[in-house]
């Protein structure tokens, strides 16, 4: 009896260190950090009746109000670049919390913006410039030749 409870004691773990060996790891979203929050200027809106200037201009109704438009722009930063976006939703942008982690993923020139700490909401941003966070020195690559001058 004591044999046969080992054995079969034996065979259920041998058959369940396989199953639990092959477990598949999720893929990482690769993280950025949300460094600041600027307001630019993407373009002015105006109101008024400039379109009908042809019509209305013989009856002198002219005037037009312009209001400079301000949209949120957001530096993300990495470990190797550094990504300025704004929202593609102009007119209902969330605010960001700046100094949390976000995942994120690049399809041309859109990124996808997610808080995991936050809604976990992926959110759409328009790539306006990256550039890369610690650029080459050219200046330790030239001590780094050797002199072919001769004296």
Known sequence: M???????????????????????KKKVAPRAMLE???????????????GLG????????????????LCQQYLLRTDDMEYHVRPTDSKHPVVLPVGQEVEYKIKGD???VKIPD??????????IAMNPTNPPDTSAQDTS?????KP
Request: aromatic content about 4%.
């Open 2 to 24: 004591n044999i046969k409870s080992l054995a079969i004691v034996g065979l259920a773990l041998v058959s369940a260190v396989p199953l639990s060996a092959g477990q598949k």
């Open 36 to 50: 600041r929050m600027e307001s630019v200027s993407c373009g002015a809106k105006q109101r008024g009746l400039a």
């Open 54 to 69: 042809t019509i209305w201009a013989s009856a002198g109704i002219t005037h037009v109000n312009s209001d400079e438009k």
């Open 110 to 112: 859109k990124m996808f």
């Open 118 to 127: 936050g809604d976990k909401k992926t959110r759409t941003y328009k790539v």
């Open 145 to 149: 030749r050797p002199s072919s001058e």
